[in-house]
């Protein structure tokens, strides 16, 4: 970030970078808590998660109107205007990451009431542990403004979507194989899309972490491994008949 004669005006750069980064860092401790209280059926975890999603919505838009005040008040220019522009997009991926960790944890309780799989269970905290590892790359991107590193991040997207891929047909085949399971598996597969927006939401902070450095957009082939648009369920257990989507 370059100095400017005014210090206030550097002061009001920093303010927005520290307060992206505060942001990021409560989005992160939401996805993991939110996970470890559906896979832990923590009622008490969940509902503070549920509760910290306050304090994250109302952490963005303090941020947009200190954005905004700052545009009106010094009129930025080229790399300044980026900077101040791309924490307003990604304050608001950081608040979407928010939201999708609430709704998280307002299934704990119906999932709660069934045993889940072990190997099941287990692929959706890989699931998060993959999401997690994108966004904290995507976010020390930030911190260093390395958009060769953001990128890279960006391309593990497709990682993400495999897994993803991979968990939606074994909840599918657990929903086949007794329908006593349709109940709790429905909200584990929403879980897990959730999980999978997560992946989405870091990856459009890294193609916002590319703009502010260099000025251009990433090109818009992004890797994409989520197979489950077009797979139908069928009551015979074959892949044919009734569309089934999240």
Known sequence: MSEHIVTSYDEE???IVRRISEMGGQAERMVEQSVAALMGSNLALAQSVVAEDVLLDNAQRELDERAILTIAKRQPMAVDLRQIVGAIRISNDLERIGDLAKNISKRVIAVAEHQQPVRLVRGIEHLTDLALEQLKEVLD?????????AGAARARDEEIDAMYTSIFRELLTYMMEDPRNISACTHLLFSAKNIERIGDHATNIAETIYYIKTGQRMDNDRPKGDQTAGMTLSVDGGERGTNFRV
């Open 13 to 15: 750069l920093r303010y």
């Open 141 to 149: 991107s930030y911190a260093t403004r390395d958009h060769e590193r």
